[in-house]
């Protein structure tokens, strides 16, 4: 990405810009991955439910997979029946379930309650399968870590290995990492697994293993495969995999421009047109994003904030070459999963507007404009 061709041709600010040759690169890595071993693969709409996205992978994947009956209803408007859909989550609601199951092809339910509560209704249109806690954390920030203490997601698997559901059910489903570079948590997931379940797994017609690595990170492939083939060959399971972040992480940037600068106990103040409500993790998580225009030799530094009456609103510090001028554009980059699904227009502002980048053009996708905060928020 040439980031000051983009810059140029953004016309309005702020703005998530995707870049559809880094969504294109790596569905390719994914689409090779399957050619070697024969998983299957499914988009995790979640990271980003934007069509132009969906659109993009629709052709690459065997699927989407969702978390709650918007993201069904979504998911199913774009794939209009032609693949399948997978559901997971703790939270499945009775007065929704005869449509998710309608919609949904394969569906995990989180629990042994919710197995019970659900399965027989469910069970008659789809595939039904249980989330399964493999009890190992590979996560430092238990925010992130499924299987920290009294997690809420997935059976724990000593308590499957013994239920009688394991018979009743078609499929598995495991996840339990968040940005992996290496294979290293899956191959000990699996051997947990096997360890516990044991033949259990060759009753089994599926076994999702889940999201959280990224691939396009990741150089030695080799391990995924042979894993993958040994699961196919041992069980006769199909394997699925359902990648997120690592289909749009790097294929996102936002570009934001300087409304003021001025000096505070010492420090400079830049202050842009958007804010952490744009990417809510920066805050979240106190995680600095990436910007181009950082140079670490850079002699200016200057504080990024946000536009907004939060305190802690605030980017984070990084050095320049030049100083930062009122107007000048900068673009945080490789922010593509969990930035503008989870934006919002706190204080009023607006949300920043959607571009498609490809090596030929810069298009505007999407607008959003007074009318749609003030849907929002007038009384019906
Ligand atoms: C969030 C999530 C994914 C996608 O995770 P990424 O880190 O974006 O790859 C896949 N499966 C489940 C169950 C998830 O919760």
Redesign the pocket.
Known sequence: MDFQVLKDSVYSSPAFVLDEIEVTKALEILAELRTQCGCKILY?I??LPFSAVMDMAKPFVDGF?V?SLFEARLADEVLAGQSSIHL?TPGIRQDELDELSLLCSHISFNSLTQHQRYSETAGAQSSIGL?VNPKLSFLHDERFDPCRQHSKLGVAIDELSHSICLDQIEGL?V?N???ATDFTPLIKTIEKLQQHLGAGLAQLEWLNI????LFGQIEDHRPFVELVNKLKHDFGVEVYI?????IV?RAGHLVATVLDRFVSDGETIVILDTSINHNPEVFEYQRQPELHEHDPDGQYAAILAGCTCLAGDVFGQYRFKEPLEVGDKVVFKNVG??TLIKANRFNGYNLPDIYLSNSLRVKKMKHYDYQDYRRQWLAD
Do not use: D, L, N, Q
Not at 210 to 213: A, E, I, R, S
């Open positions: 995790s979640k990271s997979s978390s997971t989330r489903h996840h990492v968040f940005s889940g999201g959280g690595y359902e990648p997120g972040k690592a992480g999963a969990y």
